[in-house]
T-cell receptor, first 114, second 112 residues
């Protein structure tokens, strides 16, 4: 069974540019989560999809971040325009349907905004 | 504000010793607790989860949960150099779908 995959693995952009991160969850996993780790801080929740619906987006920092999960398969997270403080590692995780089922993490996308 | 606190370490133990990793959590509503291991530059990998008070053993790993004290621990017996990594403690919610609240992680160094 393939794990959670994320693309790209690294992205370096300039302030004001746009970046789109992609996550492919484990096949059959209805739940998809985005998390972010800023240097020196803990991993923090951004948002949660159940299939194609946003279940919880309370962790999204501001309206420069837009997440989508069309068709309930892969998800994208767009940052537009990027700011310096957006730098960090963005993790995607997925789990099967259910409440406290185990979340499996992808390798992350390291975003650097210059 | 939900918080999970961990000692950042590093925790240094010799090969073969028992490593004890601890965390505390602030939200009494948390019902599920997870230990992830993360090697540098890699994704967090689930080691164990625990939902009930007491101990849960899986091979060399034992997770302990004390909800009254809001305390979770992970014991690693017969530590190996390959166990050297950052260990992340995470707490999950008690209703609906569970997002995770993570601690900053404890770095474990196992010396040969």
């Amino acid at each position: 069974e393939a794990g959670v995959t994320q693309f790209p693995s690294h992205s370096v952009i300039e302030k004001g540019q746009t970046v789109t991160l992609r996550c492919d969850p484990i096949s059959g996993h209805d739940n998809l989560y985005w998390y972010r780790r800023v240097m020196g801080k803990e991993i923090k929740f951004l948002l949660h999809f159940v299939k194609e619906s946003k279940q919880d987006e309370s962790g999204m920092p501001n309206n420069r971040f837009l997440a989508e999960r069309t068709g309930g398969t892969y998800s994208t997270l767009k940052v537009q325009p990027a700011e310096l403080e957006d730098s960090g590692v963005y993790f995607c995780a997925s789990s099967r349907a259910g409440t406290t089922d185990t979340q499996y993490f992808g390798p992350g996308t390291r975003l650097t905004v210059l | 504000q939900k918080e999970v606190e961990q000692n950042s370490g590093p925790l240094s133990v010799p090969e073969g010793a028992i490593a004890s990793l601890n965390c505390t959590y602030s939200d009494r509503g948390s019902q599920s607790f997870f230990w992830y291991r993360q090697y540098s530059g890699k994704s967090p990998e689930l080691i164990m989860f625990i939902y009930s008070n007491g101990d849960k053993e899986d091979g060399r790993f034992t997770a302990q949960l004390n909800k009254a004290s809001q305390y979770v621990s992970l014991l690693i017996r017969d530590s190996q150099p390959s166990d050297s990594a950052t260990y992340l403690c995470a707490a999950g919610g008690n209703s609906g779908y569970s997002t995770l609240t993570f601690g900053k992680g404890t770095m474990l160094l196992v010396s040969p």
